[in-house]
């Protein structure tokens, strides 16, 4: 990946962003890295039930009718009524569990490492 960065912009709810500046907060990330983060999560594709057998993602890395999206949030909305932070968490519920793992089993193989002095995660070059 290059260092070049762009800059992308969207506008959303006011309460949407709150919503994910708590979540960023949470997990301890700036909002930009966090709204990355979910895009890049989304483009690999969702677990229908939370196991850990993904559905595959379009092979053009994109889901432009979002039926997978569309799928998590009937089956969360099949026990009844969810508010709008309900039911983020509940199509988002697994993922700090997948990234923990993500980010374990990628520390094992010596392709990321944590750098406190940093105070992030950090790939590792070969």
Request: proline content about 4%.
């Amino acid at each position: 990946m290059s260092d070049d960065r762009r800059s992308v912009k969207t506008y959303v709810p006011d309460e949407q962003k709150a919503i994910w500046q708590e979540h960023a907060d949470e997990l301890g990330m700036s909002q930009s890295e966090f709204v990355r983060t979910m895009v890049q999560a989304g483009r690999r594709g969702f677990s229908i039930d939370g196991a850990e057998n993904p559905v595959e993602p379009d092979p053009s890395g994109s889901d432009p009718r979002g039926d997978d999206l569309e799928r998590r949030v009937e089956a969360a909305l099949a026990d009844g009524v969810l508010s709008w932070e309900e039911l983020v968490d509940a199509v988002f519920d697994d993922f700090e569990g997948r990234l923990e793992d993500a980010l374990d089993s990628l520390q094992d193989r010596n392709r990321v490492r944590y750098n406190g002095r940093e105070g992030g995660y950090t790939l590792i070059n070969e």
